[in-house]
């Protein structure tokens, strides 16, 4: 069993930065993959970066390329997303969520999720 609490979130202006942290509960975390996800008011969740268990394998939406880097600390069992040059488009709700099979379709856990508010 794991839990993932996502923290970090907030308000910030355009061209601003944030970090998420995902903390996870759980001896067996270093044995999952894991994703950040997002999902916008009225828009579907979507596919934000993901590492691997040991972080060198690592993927991003195209939307997110340059500006956010994802990377995870085993010993602290936290998965960060850190996010720079943030648009009005990136307000979403993030999730971080943990998959046994990397690469698979379905995630095992997910994380309540973090409000990021991007102005204008």
């Known amino acids: 069993q794991v839990q993932l609490v996502e923290s970090g979130g907030g308000l910030v202006q355009a061209g601003g930065s944030l970090r998420l942290s995902c903390a996870a509960s759980?001896?067996?975390?270093?044995?999952?993959?894991v994703a950040w996800f997002r999902q916008a008011p009225g828009k579907e969740r979507d596919f934000v970066a993901a590492?691997?268990?040991?972080?060198?394998?690592?993927y991003y939406a195209d939307s997110v390329k340059g500006r956010f880097t994802i990377w995870r600390d085993n010993v602290q069992n936290t998965v960060y997303l850190q996010m720079n040059s943030l648009k009005p488009e990136d307000t979403a709700v993030y999730y971080c969520?943990?998959?046994?099979?990397?690469?698979?379709?379905?995630?095992?856990?997910w994380g309540q999720g973090t409000q990021v508010t991007v102005s204008s």
């Open positions: 590492i691997n268990l040991s972080g060198r394998n690592i």
């Open positions: 969520a943990a998959q046994l099979k990397w690469g698979g379709v379905s995630y095992d856990y």
């Open positions: 759980g001896r067996t975390f270093s044995s999952y993959a």
